[in-house]
């Protein structure tokens, strides 16, 4: 049984892949200093809640926070007794490799979002993650990751104006009944929302004239389906694709060692 990690700068989710459907997904808040022991035991905990008796032999992990990657491997080591392929080392292959700039560290969760809407949907694609930032990962017609765009997620722009300005106060993001808001929260709302109704469509549109081609439009991240609301942005949303890459990065692996 596989265990695929994604660990994001806020959330950490963990899923268990059965080789055709994941029979399991949690989340987690994203934590360096957590041991394997503290997510053995939270992990175990959960299984057991879940009535799934299964033994774990495979890993594979994303980690867009380098530091958390240690006390992963320790886990993977002490209670799997395997060692884990982490995406973006050496030892873990890419099916396609990247064409970017020599030098630059691109986030593995974007090479694995690559990964797993190239395996689905095939080439010339842009995939838009809404986590922590918001990623545009441009996939080129092999299905390589060829760059794209990084924006402040959502909850980070709302965050950046409570932080810096004193009279703003936290705020959920959701869809404004207005443009023009007539309260202090509607009009935050409003400025965030419609300024990434806004900044997608557009980074989409320059993207599509730069590449001139036609690219899908594939999204991803808990905020995704609150933009298709208005109109439509993507042409699929799909929710487990960051899990869904890990699977196709590890069978790949696996095929060619
Ligand atoms: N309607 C909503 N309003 C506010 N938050 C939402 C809504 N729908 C989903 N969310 C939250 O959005 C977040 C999206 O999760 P996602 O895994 O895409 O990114 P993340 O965990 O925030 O970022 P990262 O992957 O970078 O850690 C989750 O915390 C989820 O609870
Ligand atoms: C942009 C984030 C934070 C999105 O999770 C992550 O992919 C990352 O840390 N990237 C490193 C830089 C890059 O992708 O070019
Ligand atoms: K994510």
Not at 59 to 79: E, G, H, K, M
Not at 102 to 107: A, C, F, K, R
Request: hydrophobic content about 40%.
């Amino acid at each position: 049984m596989l265990l695929t990690i994604d660990c994001g700068n806020t959330n950490t989710v963990f899923s268990i892949w059965d080789g055709t459907a994941f029979l399991a997904t949690w989340r987690t808040s994203t934590e360096w200093q957590r041991t394997a022991d503290q997510y053995y035991v939270w992990l175990s905990t959960l299984m057991e809640f879940q009535k799934l008796d299964v033994e774990i032999t495979d890993v594979i992990i994303s980690s867009t926070v380098p530091r958390v990657v240690f006390n992963l491997r320790v886990l993977c080591d002490r209670y799997f007794n395997c060692r884990p392929y982490v995406v973006g080392k050496a030892d873990c292959m890419l099916p396609a490799p990247p064409r970017v700039d020599e030098g630059t560290q691109i986030g593995p969760d974007r090479l694995v979002n690559t990964a797993g809407a190239y395996d689905r949907c095939g080439g010339d694609l842009i995939v838009v993650d809404f986590g922590t930032a918001t990623t545009f990962d441009v996939v080129d017609t092999d299905g390589a990751y060829v760059g794209g765009v990084i924006a402040p997620g959502v909850n980070l722009s709302l965050e950046a104006l409570h932080s810096a300005a004193a009279a703003l106060p936290h705020v959920d993001i959701t869809k404004p009944q207005a443009v023009v808001g007539t309260n202090t929260v509607a009009c935050m709302q409003s400025g965030v929302f419609w300024g990434y109704v806004g900044l997608v469509r557009e980074i989409c549109a320059r993207i599509k004239a730069e590449r001139a081609r036609d690219m899908r439009v594939i999204s991803t991240g808990g905020l995704a389906p609150l933009f298709q609301q208005t109109e439509k942005l993507f042409d699929d949303f799909q929710d487990d694709l960051t899990m869904h890459g890990l699977t196709v990065i590890h069978r790949f692996n696996k095929e060619n060692n």
